[in-house]
């Protein structure tokens, strides 16, 4: 059963929030996670198994790193789209796909994850990053990627886990508190970070995102990476048999 946790803030708030750290979103992540963020989402657009040809979705794109990975696998015969709520998000993300143009196109859409706008069956695989524990229902969002996915196409999501070993879990309390925080203080951006702890207090485990996927009617396995600090969840919509 899950406990109680924090009560998500309206998603006005949240797509308010990534608005103003569009900036200096990139740079953070390279900081706070020493570069290690790009094996992550490396790992991630592996298992959502990507290939030549396919169309592909990047869910809360932010900057577009996932999307513009998913286009190298796609290639030019492929097509990639990148969405998010936060219009600054994917200003940066078109910015920078216009600066280093992928090799397959990428269409970049300002959309809700709870109303896609997009047909069933429509993507050969999807990928998200740091994207599910921002959303306001979960539970809907994974509905809503069951419904636009093939079937037999993957889903791989990547986002911080919680440890379940309480050394663990404090240790990444620590590392938000004496890292990820003072950090942000320097770009003056406290309260924004500041928000990764209760999202992630209120973030369900690794198991329980397993289970949230199933009821949505997909496979699942959650993985945990990074000695436990990130979690990568990769889902599969059964095939029609």
């Not at 109303?115 to 306001?136: H, K, Q, S």
């Not at 320097?186 to 996927?213: C, H, M, N, W």
């Amino acid at each position: 059963m899950m406990t109680d946790r924090p009560v998500t803030p309206p998603a006005s708030e949240i797509r308010e929030l990534f608005d103003r750290i569009a900036p200096v979103y990139d740079q953070l992540n390279n900081w706070l996670s020493l570069g290690q963020h790009r094996v992550w989402k490396l790992m991630a657009v592996k298992w959502s198994s990507p290939c030549a040809g396919n169309v592909c979705l990047d869910l809360c794109c932010g900057s577009g790193d996932l999307a513009q990975l998913l286009a190298r696998q796609v290639r030019a015969t492929g097509q990639v789209y990148g969405v998010d709520f936060s219009p600054a998000q994917l200003v940066i993300a078109r910015q920078r796909a216009e600066s280093q143009p992928p090799p397959a196109p990428i269409t970049w859409v300002e959309a809700d994850a709870l109303d896609l706008p997009f047909e069933d069956n429509y993507f050969d695989c999807a990928t998200m990053g740091y994207g599910l524990r921002n959303v306001t229902n979960i539970p809907r969002c994974l509905s809503e990627l069951y419904r636009v996915l093939k079937p037999g196409a993957k889903a791989a999501l990547l986002d911080f886990n919680r440890p379940t070993q309480p050394y663990m879990r404090t240790f990444q309390q620590w590392y938000l508190d004496n890292v990820v925080v003072p950090v942000a203080e320097q770009l003056g951006l406290t309260e924004e970070y500041a928000y990764i702890a209760p999202s992630l207090d209120r973030f369900p485990t690794g198991q329980e995102q397993v289970k949230l996927a199933q009821r949505a009617g997909f496979t699942a396995t959650h993985y945990p990476i990074a000695i436990g600090m990130m979690g990568v969840l990769v889902m599969t919509k059964p095939k029609i048999i």
